[in-house]
């Protein structure tokens, strides 16, 4: 499931290179996640690539190395009872990260249709803060960024880390897809709608 997915959002654009990351829960207890090997091709990624992880981010079946980003999707399964997280390096979710959104911390998405394909979601008067959260190299300081972002917008479905990507999840891999489709077509409507300008970092 996880290598389809990979191929899926390769075709789309949203994770080229060796970008982008994807878990699924085995087991909650004792947790056990199905996780991307780090530097892999996700248009190319094959089941040999998809290591089995526990509860502190160790290998427990597979070869290779898990992705460097491990920590938050442990940080969603923890915090949001995810099945599944997965991670995106889309143009959309990565210039916007940058604009004037990044002043605010996250971007107000409201007034779409789409926003119902959101779990829990009922009309698109509903307003969906995306928070946008400072990137680091240090994951154990990144990991406590996500944790207290999540902590403090306990119903946000996902968030940006600044100049990097998006990232979602749901109580199962389908769900977590739909929120990738969603988030990234609203972004993409969001820079389409305020014009950015990704040279000057700022909305016109």
């Not at 990351?21 to 990624?45: C, E, R, Y």
């Amino acid at each position: 499931m996880l290598a389809d997915i990979g191929r899926n959002f390769y075709q789309r654009g949203w994770v080229l290179g060796t970008s982008g990351n994807f878990s699924a829960v085995l087991s909650h207890a004792p947790l056990q996640l199905a996780i991307t090997a780090s530097g892999m091709d996700k248009g190319n990624l094959t089941s040999e690539q998809i290591l089995q992880i526990d509860a502190d981010g160790k290998v427990t079946a597979g070869h290779g190395k898990p992705s460097d980003e491990t920590k938050l999707h442990l940080i969603a399964v923890k915090l949001r009872g995810a099945g599944a997280v997965l991670h995106t390096h889309s143009i959309w979710s990565t210039l916007l990260s940058q604009t004037v959104f990044a002043q605010a911390e996250g971007i107000a998405l409201s007034g779409y249709e789409m926003l119902k394909g959101l779990a829990g979601v009922k009309t698109h008067d509903h307003t969906e803060w995306l928070p946008i959260i400072e990137n680091s190299q240090q994951m154990d300081q990144l990991a406590h960024r996500v944790e207290a972002t999540l902590q403090r917008f306990p119903d946000a479905h996902g968030f940006l880390l600044r100049g990097h990507g998006l990232y979602t999840w749901g109580k199962d891999v389908q769900e977590a897809k739909r929120h990738i489709e969603i988030f990234e077509f609203l972004l993409e409507v969001t820079g389409r709608t305020i014009g950015t300008v990704p040279e000057a970092g700022v909305a016109r």
